[in-house]
Nanobody, 123 residues
Framework: QVQLVESGGGLVQAGGSLRLSCAASGRTISSYAMGWFRQAPGKEREFVAAISVIGGSEYYADSVKGRFTISRDNAKNMVYLQMNSLEPEDTAVYYC????????????????WGQGTQVTVSS
């Protein structure tokens, strides 16, 4: 079992930045692909970013490419999402997820999920 806890969400003005953190426990995440997903009110959960097992490959949704950066520190069992140039459309609950695979973007294939952290971007 892998337990995931997100932190770092909050209220920020458009154009601002936030850094989300995801702390893993229970097992080392060094053999897990990690992803960030988000869900806005009334919308389905959508893929944001994913990073491969050892961090050599990253993949981003077109809507966040160039603004968000995913990273991981396997020694600390942590995953991060640096979000810059935030837009009101980025407002959502952000979730960290893990799957025992190289790199996956499909949320249905992720096995472990955190409880989420709210990000609100005001215009």
């Amino acid at each position: 079992q892998v337990q995931l806890v997100e932190s770092g969400g909050g209220l920020v003005q458009a154009g601002g930045s936030l850094r989300l953190s995801c702390a893993a426990s229970g097992r080392t995440i060094s053999s897990y692909a990690m992803g960030w997903f988000r869900q806005a009110p009334g919308k389905e959960r959508e893929f944001v970013a994913a990073i491969s097992v050892i961090g050599g490959s990253e993949y981003y949704a077109d809507s966040v490419k160039g603004r968000f950066t995913i990273s991981r520190d396997n020694a600390k069992n942590m995953v991060y999402l640096q979000m810059n140039s935030l837009e009101p459309e980025d407002t959502a609950v952000y979730y960290c997820a893990a799957v025992r695979a190289f790199l996956i973007t499909d949320p249905d294939q992720y096995r472990y999920w955190g409880q989420g952290t709210q990000v609100t971007v005001s215009s």
